[in-house]
């Protein structure tokens, strides 16, 4: 018979815990927790080369403050994964986990799942069970990203909404509950609401969730943004070419299926800075940018002329 506190506890001498540690601890590095808003976003350029809106800051802060999950929701490219996988490492003082959404995910591939062999041989225990990264961030105490949480099933969701609720997690089978040990484990999810492959969220799933929105930074800060992803480059791309290369993204932005990001503005500039290096030059010049624009820009064959177009348009006047 298991009592109130065998289910309310964690036991110190709990094999799954030790599993967890054996597997994801070796990968863990643990630093310091950052819970300041100002000093989160100190470290965000300092350490992760990000330029982070501080109201995205203090409402992710506030939000884990009253141990809420943070919903980032924006078209792809403008950061949504990397800033909150930053802040939430920053947060908890050891690395994010992320997990990337698929219709197929269940409960047995985020919390934990039985080695059918083992199982088979010795039961479905203690021995057999394999901890999964929802699991895994529970007990570390760290954070955990749910990368496009659209694109999961109605099931998916709705199984995270007890843990949601309750931080907690309950493995029936092994009869065992474990529970959130301090604000170090938060959950932040990302969505892009016009992805056409996805499903929608329900009421009770965004009741639960502190919604912020992301969108495209004006040229001014993705040039700043982009400079701030080039210091120490050895190659110098000039502010001309700079500028040229943004107003080709916002053109394509407004005309293409696939909506360039800020990801692939820097993506762009650092495999045009790294051709011209092999080049022999020390400044990028319009050649190599067309180039390299044209294999980082071009992602679909409907959106090819189009590409190809706003390139000689902008380098080739």
């Known amino acids: ?12 001498d709990d ?3 030790k599993k967890v540690y054996e597997i994801y601890g070796r990968v863990i590095e643990v630093s310091s927790p ?3 808003p100002e000093a989160i976003l100190k470290k965000l350029r300092e350490r992760y080369k990000l330029l982070v809106e501080p109201y995205i800051v203090y409402i992710t802060v506030a939000a884990f403050l009253n141990n809420r999950p943070v919903l980032y929701e924006g078209p792809p490219g403008t950061g949504k994964t990397e800033i909150g996988e930053a802040i939430l490492t920053l ?8 997990l990337p959404c698929s219709e197929n995910y269940d409960e047995y591939r985020v919390i934990g799942d039985f080695h059918p062999v083992i199982a088979m041989s010795k039961g479905f ?4 069970f394999i901890p999964r990264p929802l699991l895994a961030a529970l007990i570390l105490n760290t954070g955990i990203l749910i990368d496009e949480i659209r694109r999961s099933s109605e099931e998916f969701q709705n199984m995270l909404l007890d843990i949601i609720d309750k931080r907690r997690i309950i493995v029936p089978e092994l009869k065992r509950v474990y529970i959130q040990k301090d604000i170090g484990f938060q959950v932040i999810l990302t969505s892009n609401p ?3 492959a996805q499903n929608e969220l329900s009421d009770a799933f965004l009741r639960r969730v502190v919604r912020i929105k992301f969108t495209y930074p004006s040229p001014e800060k993705e ?3 982009v400079k701030l992803r080039l210091e120490g480059n050895s190659v110098k791309v000039p502010e001309k070419i700079l500028w040229q290369m943004i107003k080709v993204v916002n053109t394509l932005r407004a005309t293409t299926m696939y909506k360039p990001g800020v990801a692939d503005t820097v993506a762009w500039t650092m495999l045009a800075s790294k051709l011209a290096l092999t080049k022999g030059k020390t400044i990028v010049d319009e050649k190599d ?3 390299a624009g044209k294999a980082v820009l071009i992602k679909n064959l409907e959106d090819e002329d189009n590409v190809i177009t706003a390139l000689y348009e902008q380098f080739k006047k």
């Open 91 to 98: 947060w908890s003082g050891k690395n994010a986990f992320v």
């Open 1 to 12: 018979m298991i009592s109130n506190m065998a289910w309310d506890t964690i036991d110190v």
């Open 125 to 128: 225990n203690e021995e057999s």
């Open 34 to 36: 950052i819970r300041n």
């Open 223 to 225: 040039m700043e943004i």
């Open 289 to 291: 940018v067309i180039e």
């Open 15 to 17: 094999p799954i815990v």
């Open 194 to 196: 016009e992805d056409i």
